[in-house]
């Protein structure tokens, strides 16, 4: 009797364990699969090439709201100088680490962008590439946000072929770091310069894109060549260090045009410290990378993964236009 109730209550220790077991595994697997719908990683790291120029400022400002709006959170991460490559590909690697959802990226070295994207591909995390339109070789991107950055050197040439058809211009160019970036813009440029007999590219000169070096490379050329009236810098940035050093040297009626758009300069167009700048709308690109972000992060496919910004030139007679 002893023994049969003995065999009775290990029967129903064990249904019941197994029991347990199955609900336990059952629970843990549901309330794990819950967790993952209900928290996802919601994390999206925007790594731009570096935070001191005010375009990306532009472009991180408006990739927060919009990831605000639908709903993530943005880990800005940036190397000091434009040029630490070594340290974007760190900012990388670290957001790899992290796991986070998907990873914005721009640099101006093709070689950094093509690793990076390696890395990102090789974890399996989408890749949005943001202020371009060049493919990444070899790799996997899911979008491209930006603006064609060779119709924009291209469109300079056409202001000052048309706008300045009755004046002889006389250019310098303010480059920046070697890469696919100068030699869209300042390519664009010289090509569609070829169509307007009043430019004449004179002078060329490396500034990083920093406007202390465009003013420094501007005050320079100037020196060496003065029959220059024309200060082309690819970014904004430089075309204002070279506004600073014609006012240093005095100089009258000297142009001076960028690429960006940035909200400083539109003040300075507006002021007649600059005479131009290729509106490019950073903040419109920061928000329309979170959003193709989105899309990869819910596995939407693309028709077109070239998400073009367009552009125009702004001077001081649509500037009120643009000027927040």
Sequence with gaps: MRNQWIKKAVVLLTVAAVGFGVTGCGGQASDSTQATKAVPNKTIAFIPPTMVSAFYEQTITGAKQKAKELGYEVSVTAPQKEDDYEGLLKNVEDAITKKVAAIAICTTDDKTMAIAVQKANAAKIPVIVFNSQDEVQGTTVYSYVGYNQKKA??????????????????VAILEGLPGV???????????????????????????NWEREKGMNAATNMYQANNVINVFYGLSDEMALGAAQAAKSLGLKDIITIGIDGNPNTLSDIKAGICTASVYTNPFKI??????????????????????EIKTLIVDKDNVDQYLK
């Design 153 to 170: 050197g291209e469109s300079v040439a056409e202001y000052l072929g048309t706008k300045y058809k009755d004046r002889q211009c006389n």
């Design 181 to 207: 970036f100068t030699a869209n813009r300042g390519g664009g440029f010289e090509e569609a310069a070829k169509n307007y007999s009043n430019i004449k590219i004179v002078a060329k000169q490396a500034a």
């Design 286 to 307: 920061g928000e329309e990378t979170i959003v193709d972000c989105d899309k990869a992060i819910k596995g939407e496919k693309l028709e077109n993964i070239m998400h």
